[in-house]
């Protein structure tokens, strides 16, 4: 049966069309641009133009390197060429350590915490000091389809560094948030087969243990004891963060794979979660044409087993992907058409997460780097006459990029987060190609970073 989405949303809310494109973090909505002057930023103390408190933690020699890699990025040849150019060198034994050691010092440290969990606690130090949370993020997946003992020990390993990051965070008493990604705990084609077992109408179902019971009808015997280790990965992940009154994001990926770890995650929500505190969190992909279904499904979820959901909103990362798929396929574009939608969409979708968690029904994370809608929802916020500090808003940004946004939001009273991503430099490769080729015009977009942080030298150096 459909959801009916009306008692979620207005009219005035909904998506104007199918449309969006994540690539355009940066760009502001219109509606944004004719209705919040800058006046507005200040009136809810939100000074994005202040470089001095913005990189006040930052040294020269950081600034100089943030200033060269957010350069490079909007470069064509570097964002297209650059990841082929570096596997290529990985060929190659005596240009593979020079090539690895220049990107170990550049764009790996400054969108990357660092190599384990050691290294990255002198770069999250900075945050923790300046009332930033960080999010732990092993940033390792795979995309081999091979079952094997090696590879199912490659995903043993990953759960227990994810789950590491939990106990370590206790032990030095950090308040951290973790996040898993399910391409490194499970088998892609396992999850591909799942997700056409469910049936593209399961983001309307809320009876999420009969759907995963339906579905693995349609998996052998091998695939079915393949998912109880999945699942119990999974599971130990999400116990160990609700024992240590921790939280945790199931990130989303592919939309081929995508029902399939949302419903993965939304059974471990209705498992851990309680009515007072979401400590799992599932993410909703807002350039996705579905993005409206996934949140009421969520919040009726939610309702039928009388627990807080959790839900992570973000635009999405894998557009260029999720088009060049849907071609090759010979299907209808998942992902909406253009940028003004997938504003709209995350923008009316924050709001409603706002007004639930005032009506105590939801977490919520808002992950963008897109400064209007971060003004948007500081708005929604103090009209809905809920604390900046309240414990279920958080609003959080990529480690290395939009400095301005985080530690504003944090100097304002808002409740701000940092992804730190973390991992071998080889195998978070496909995080950093990402940063690179999916987010390409978004990093263009990036122009303002780059500017942040020039502005902020020349004020050093006239200083001087």
């Known amino acids: 049966m459909e959801a009916d989405k009306s008692h979620f949303f207005s009219s005035s809310q909904l998506p104007l069309a199918q449309a969006g494109n994540a690539a355009g973090e940066h760009h502001q909505p219109a509606e944004y641009l004719e209705h919040h002057p800058v006046e507005e930023h200040h009136a809810l103390g939100l000074n994005f133009g202040d470089t001095e408190n913005t990189f006040r933690h930052v040294s020269n020699m950081e600034l100089l390197r943030s200033a060269a890699v957010m350069n490079a990025t909007r470069i064509s040849l570097v964002s297209e060429y650059g990841p082929k150019l570096f596997n290529f060198a990985q060929k190659i034994p005596l240009v593979r350590p020079i090539v690895n050691s220049a990107t170990r010092k550049t764009f790996f440290a400054h969108f990357v915490g660092g190599e384990d969990i050691l290294e990255c606690q002198r770069r999250i130090q900075p945050l923790t000091d300046r009332n930033v949370v960080p999010i732990l993020d092993y940033a390792v997946e795979f995309m081999e389809d091979a079952t094997s003992d090696s590879q199912e020990l490659k995903y043993d390993a990953t759960a227990d560094t994810v789950a590491s990051t939990i106990t370590q965070a206790e032990q030095v008493g950090l308040q951290s948030l973790s996040c898993v990604k399910l391409t490194g705990i499970a088998r892609f084609g396992l999850l591909e087969k799942l997700n056409v077992a469910l049936g593209p109408n399961v983001v309307e179902r809320t009876d999420i243990d009969q759907a995963l019971a339906e579905a693995c009808k349609a998996l052998t015997f091998e695939e079915r004891k393949e998912l109880e280790r999945v699942e119990e990965r999974l599971e130990s992940l999400c116990a160990k963060a609700a024992q240590k ?163 504003t939001l944090s100097n304002s009273g808002f409740r701000a987060a940092k992804y730190v991503p973390f991992g071998p430099l080889l195998s978070v490769m496909p995080y950093l190609t990402r940063r690179l080729e999916e987010n390409r015009d978004m990093l263009k977009g990036g122009r303002a970073d780059a500017q942040k942080v020039a502005s902020e030298l020349k004020r050093r150096l006239n200083f001087v």
């Open 245 to 407: 009154k921790y939280s945790i994001t199931d990130d989303a990926e592919h939309f081929q794979v995508q029902n399939a770890i949302e419903t993965l995650a939304l059974a471990a929500i209705q498992r851990h979660n309680t009515p007072e505190r979401a400590y799992v969190y599932n993410t909703v992909q807002t350039y996705l044409k579905s993005a409206h279904d996934r949140i009421s499904r969520a919040v009726q979820h939610a309702d039928a087993t009388g627990i807080r959901t959790g839900i992570k909103f973000v635009r999405g990362a894998y557009i260029s992907y999720e088009r060049r798929h849907a071609v090759m396929k010979g299907q209808s574009s998942p992902v909406f058409d253009s940028i003004h939608d997938t504003h709209k969409c995350f923008d009316s979708s924050a709001a409603m997460s706002i007004e639930l968690v005032g009506r105590g029904k939801l977490s919520t994370l808002l992950a963008t780097h897109n400064e209007g809608s971060v003004v948007n929802a500081c708005r929604k916020i103090v009209s809905e006459g809920l604390p900046r500090e309240h414990p279920e808003i958080m609003f959080a940004q990529l480690f290395g990029m939009s400095e301005n946004l985080t530690f």
